[in-house]
Every structure is written in C-alpha cells, then in structure tokens.
C-alpha cells in the first residue's frame, strides 16, 4: 500500500513531510489515524516504512482485528525544491533506481515487479491489482 502511495506521489512530482496510518478495528468498534511530522520530505517508501511501522508499534495493540487500513502523506511540496542531499545515502541512485520501476510498472502493469513480501500467504498485491475501489470489475 505504501508503494502504492509513494508511486503517485513520485508521478505528481511531490514530496511529503508527514505520514499517517489509519485502522478501523473490526465489527466497526473503533479504530484510529495518527500522524507524524518528518523533518525532511519523502517520497520513497525506504524513508517512510520505518515511520509508518513505528505508528503502528505505538498505537496498535497488536490483537484488535483490522478491517481497515489506510496510508496517507501530506504537507506536500515539489521534489525539485525538497531535496535534501545525504552523507549515508546515494539520493540520486536511489530517485533513479525509483524512475525504472516506475517506467516498469507503467509499462508492464504493477504486478509485474512487486516485493517478494506480496508472494506470501498474507500479500495482497496481486489480489488488489484486479480491484478498482476493493471490488472487482
């Protein structure tokens, strides 16, 4: 879901600043969205997947049934004007590598490079792939 996110957000030429995660508890009994502020703009999910799990560690209890999740980033501005260069990190490498999925995907279809993660029992990819809204076709 959340490469999903990042990809429009690299299609729209935008980066965002702060991420949140919203779960709706099964049988409708409650839920919540929580958010948090990023001090640099991201668009990859390298950056925004540890931030995106550690609102889940905090605010999740871990056995309520999910019906629901959502993933949003906002407090957007342009890629070109958010780039910040890192020490650690090849930024460059890591935009371009981003640009040829995004081309593969294009091209090819969102299920024909995915993570390995989404050939498990629990990946959903593949199935959400056949869906507009959650339904089929």
Same mark, same amino acid.
């Given at each position: 879901?959340?490469?999903?996110?990042?990809?429009?957000?690299?299609?729209?030429?935008?980066?965002?600043?702060?991420?949140?995660?919203?779960?709706?508890?099964?049988?409708?009994?409650?839920?919540?969205?929580?958010?948090?502020?990023?001090?640099?703009?991201?668009?990859?999910?390298?950056?925004?997947?540890?931030?995106? $799990? +550690? &609102?889940? #560690?905090?605010?999740?209890?871990?056995?309520?049934?999910? @019906?629901? =999740?959502?993933?949003?980033?906002?407090?957007?501005?342009?890629?070109?004007?958010?780039?910040? $260069? +890192? &020490?650690? #990190?090849?930024?460059?490498?890591?935009?371009?590598?981003? @640009?040829? =999925?995004?081309?593969?995907?294009?091209?090819?279809?969102?299920?024909?490079?995915?993570?390995?993660? +989404? &050939?498990?029992?629990?990946?959903?990819?593949?199935?959400?792939?056949?869906?507009?809204?959650?339904?089929?076709?």
């Amino acid at each position: 879901m959340l490469d999903e996110v990042c990809y429009r957000l690299r299609r729209a030429q935008q980066s965002g600043r702060r991420i949140g995660l919203g779960l709706t508890y099964e049988r409708l009994t409650g839920g919540f969205w929580k958010a948090k502020t990023l001090t640099t703009p991201a668009d990859s999910p390298e950056q925004l997947y540890p931030e995106l $799990l +550690s &609102l889940l #560690d905090k605010h999740w209890d871990g056995y309520t049934g999910v @019906r629901a =999740v959502s993933v949003g980033v906002d407090m957007l501005q342009f890629s070109s004007d958010a780039t910040q $260069l +890192s &020490l650690f #990190d090849d930024v460059p490498k890591r935009d371009e590598l981003y @640009r040829v =999925v995004d081309r593969i995907h294009e091209r090819f279809g969102e299920t024909s490079l995915m993570r390995a993660v +989404s &050939l498990t029992k629990a990946g959903q990819l593949r199935d959400r792939s056949g869906k507009i809204g959650g339904h089929y076709a």
